[in-house]
């Protein structure tokens, strides 16, 4: 038996760190309905040829053990549904800005309403409180906010962004990273990728 199995959690996450988060905890057993909706499918359902794979596989990833249910949460039809489907779950999960849920109808006192011992789940970019709240965020803003550019690069340079100082790695002009192994020499020099 896994720790999470009989729990189940609606999950209005959306893009990475929410996805990812109630991925886990399917895999420790949590029975988690992916929410979307028709007009705004998951961002990670797209194809990202980057990956060097013309299918969506971020979403395989972050979304291979959960049920899904399409819902359209502008009408009140889809909201009284994603009430019921509060009602019966143990944990709700989201990851909006502040505000969003409740501005849906979906707010904390809302799901309280239909569940009286609902668990919510908020992940955001900056808290749910304070002055940076309001602020949306994706991963390479939080590279940037966190100094990730002064960690990367040659130290008589400027920021790498994303190629380590130690030249494990090479970037290329479109700042891919790819394997340097074969030459420690440095990009201007032999060996340098283009």
Not at 22 to 34: D, P, R, Y
Not at 93 to 113: C, I, Q
Not at 135 to 161: H, S
Request: charge should be positive.
């Amino acid at each position: 038996m896994k720790p999470l199995e009989g729990i189940r959690i609606a999950d209005f996450t959306v893009h990475n760190a929410g996805p990812f988060c109630t991925h886990l905890l399917s895999q420790l057993g949590a029975e988690v309905i992916k929410v979307e909706s028709a007009m705004r499918p998951d961002a990670f359902r797209k194809p990202h040829p980057v990956y060097g794979r013309e299918g969506p596989a971020t979403f395989d990833q972050v979304a291979s053990n959960k049920l899904s249910v399409r819902m359209n949460l502008k009408k009140p039809e889809g909201v009284a549904l994603a009430r019921r489907l509060v009602a019966a779950s143990d944990v709700a999960a989201e990851s909006f800005r502040p505000g969003v849920m409740a501005r849906l109808g979906l707010g904390y006192d809302a799901l309280k309403s239909v569940r009286e011992d609902i668990v919510l789940l908020s992940i955001s970019s900056s808290g749910q409180s304070g002055p940076d709240a309001h602020f949306a965020g994706y991963a390479p803003l939080f590279g940037a906010w966190g100094g990730l550019g002064e960690l990367t690069g040659y130290a008589d340079g400027p920021p790498g962004g994303g190629a380590p100082r130690d030249g494990s790695h090479r970037r290329d002009e479109r700042g891919c990273r790819v394997d340097g192994g074969s030459s420690p020499s440095p990009p201007d020099g032999p060996g340098r990728t283009r």
